[in-house]
């Protein structure tokens, strides 16, 4: 293993550097709700806002998609090659494989397999990757190799295995009184004995100035999603695409950061419901 | 990925592509030799320092500066192709639109191996090329129109397609070795550096990327396909790859490389500073020349690749300060 990779592992492991006072998350959530009725003046039009890190992140880079309606769901590669990764991650450090491309077909294999002999569906796309002829599937595989080769040659995986739980459901939280609801995802969260955990995150694309908010949020989420589990300490956040890792220490201060910004891509939002989309810039 | 096609591309039809076996006895690499060779680039790899970077970073920073943020709604985007294009000379110069493509059976036959690449890499088995290549190109929303393109070709120009598409798939298949897995193989892989803020983005997808993060020394291999001939601007290609990946990854790869599919050519170039150094320079002036403030470098065709192919001694000037480098751009020096 090397000094890189020790380093990265040894990032989602520190004692935490900041305590959360007392009551700083009812202080946050409390915060969070008024901001939210506020910027969005009253019931908003159309269907429930869901604010997750891509709202946030178009709010604040390209406010000019706001107001573009999303489009119709379909399966299609990127939908999958999270879920898959991390199932590979997780085959990759039982030591059953030697790296993902190894891994990726025998992992993607017993999935259809599960759903087949059970009919659940654990990861959600086994039907559709079943039904797929030789060259769709090996390019679903294949994005599912290039996403998690980074994250899995990142990190110690093999030294993480009895304390990371990857991937999971989402974290959500409706605000009360309005329909907004917030809707974060982390790709690990490693536990920590008598400790807050660490969640990592990865993201596309290079950080942008607002990559601090963006982590917190998913700290915040997770704190309003399951009340009874303990506060991230930190976030680590992961571009492989742009070569970086950064993290953020969570303290009042830091989800107080993120509260701002859901308020005001929450109010950015609302403004274009009520007035169309914002202009386009020449 | 690209098709790398010239006019010659259709002499494959007539069973003369694979002359350069026939005329010298040449025989394409195959298996392990053609990982040798990838492996091996007769340079020591080089070591991993924060300095080249930052110098790169330098470098690329003092030509931008003074750049309008209003450049391209504020976001200038430099690929490959793109840099080729806003620094050819204006006798060789296309309208530039980013994610323009004039589609062609040669470029249509590019991305169609560039699918089955992928999936010999990842899976190392391909049984109806044709369509399990379409079926995978399908997948690419991006592709959507090509695929559409390709649907409604004249029957003999789909016939002729597909019987280069066969023929360079069941060479692929027979020559490209598998790759260990320990070794992190991994096909289209994107790479995005961003300079000057937000100002620019370097943008590159390769075709297969080779090797485990750095440490002391370089230890990544970058493989472009092509399933066309071979071009100049291919190896102006991969130095813009080997200089995202180092600006990228604060490392550079050891080896860029072409592997052709039509003929089984594989044009391995070891990285070096003085390398990194001329893709910074080539890079600042396309960057610049898309921000509509060209200097004569580009005008008079310095940069262009069509003009370095062709057969006559250039008469363009040497860009200011090449000289205080060994390297020599192709095709006035050798390729490796």
Request: proline share 7%; charged share 20%; aromatic share 6%.
């Amino acid at each position: 293993m090397t000094a890189r990779v020790q380093a990265a592992t040894a990032g989602l492991l520190v004692p935490p550097v900041h305590d959360l006072g007392d009551g700083a998350v009812t202080r946050v959530r409390a915060r969070l709700k008024s901001g939210i009725i506020d910027a969005i003046g009253g019931p908003p039009p159309g269907a429930p806002l869901e604010v997750g890190v891509p709202l946030l992140r178009r709010a604040r880079y390209r406010p000019e998609l706001l107001g573009l309606a999303d489009e119709p769901f379909a399966w299609k590669p990127a939908f999958v090659r999270r879920s898959l990764g991390l199932e590979v991650v997780r085959a990759c450090a039982s030591g059953r494989f030697r790296g993902p491309l190894a891994a990726v077909g025998p992992v993607a294999d017993h999935a259809v397999e599960s759903w087949r002999r059970t009919g659940w569906r654990t990861f959600h796309w086994e039907p559709w990757l079943a039904g797929l002829g030789a060259g769709a599937r090996s390019v679903v595989l294949a994005e599912a190799v290039a996403w998690v080769t980074p994250v899995w040659s990142t990190f110690d995986w093999t030294a993480l295995r009895d304390v990371v739980d990857l991937g999971g459901p989402d974290d959500r939280w409706a605000c009360p009184g309005v329909s907004v609801h917030l809707k974060g995802r982390v790709e690990a969260r490693v536990r920590r004995h008598g400790a807050r955990p660490s969640l990592l995150s990865v993201a596309s694309g290079c950080p942008g100035n607002g990559w601090r908010d963006e982590l917190a949020f998913l700290a915040l989420i997770g704190a309003l999603a399951v009340p009874d589990r303990p506060v991230a300490s930190r976030v680590v956040g992961l571009w492989p695409e742009s070569g970086f890792r950064l993290a953020v220490e969570v303290d009042e201060a830091a989800l107080s950061g993120a509260v701002d910004r859901v308020v005001d891509a929450v109010a950015m939002c609302a403004d274009v419901r009520t007035a169309g989309p914002v202009p386009v810039l020449a | 990925m690209g098709s790398g096609a010239g006019s010659d591309w259709r002499t494959v039809r007539g069973g003369t592509g694979d002359r350069t076996s026939l005329d010298s006895g040449w025989r394409p690499l195959s298996g392990g030799a053609l990982l040798e060779r990838l492996r091996v680039t007769g340079r020591p790899r080089p070591p991993v320092t924060p300095s080249l970077v930052a110098d790169l970073q330098s470098l690329l920073g003092s030509g931008i500066g003074d750049l309008h943020s209003e450049v391209d709604g504020g976001r200038l985007v430099i690929t490959k192709d793109r840099l080729t294009r806003a620094l050819s000379c204006p006798v060789h110069r296309t309208a530039d639109r980013l994610g323009e493509r004039n589609f062609s059976v040669p470029l249509a036959c590019g991305a169609l191996v560039d699918v089955l690449f992928r999936q010999v890499v990842t899976t190392g088995a391909v049984g109806e090329p044709m369509a399990e290549a379409l079926d995978g190109l399908a997948l690419d929303g991006h592709q959507a129109s090509l695929v559409t393109w390709i649907s409604e070709m004249a029957p003999a120009d789909l016939a002729e397609l597909t019987s280069e598409v066969d023929r360079q798939t069941v060479r692929l298949v027979e020559r490209w070795p598998a790759l260990e897995a320990s070794w992190l193989p991994r096909t289209q892989e994107s790479i995005r550096v961003a300079l000057a803020g937000t100002l620019v983005e370097l943008s590159a997808r390769v075709d297969l990327a080779i090797g485990r993060p750095a440490e002391d020394e370089a230890s990544v291999a970058i493989v472009e396909v092509k399933s066309g001939s071979r071009r100049p601007a291919h190896r102006d290609e991969l130095r813009f790859y080997a200089l995202v990946e180092a600006l990228r990854s604060q490392a550079p790869p050891f080896a860029v490389a072409a592997y052709y599919t039509r003929t089984g050519e594989l044009d391995v170039e070891p990285v070096t500073h003085d390398l990194l150094v001329e893709a910074a320079r080539r890079c600042l002036a396309g960057i610049r020349a898309l921000a509509g403030v060209a200097d004569n470098s580009v005008t008079d065709g310095t940069w262009c690749a069509a003009c370095a192919a062709l057969p006559r001694a250039t008469t363009v000037a040497r860009p200011p300060g090449v000289d205080d480098t060994t390297v020599v751009a192709y095709p006035h020096g050798q390729a490796a």
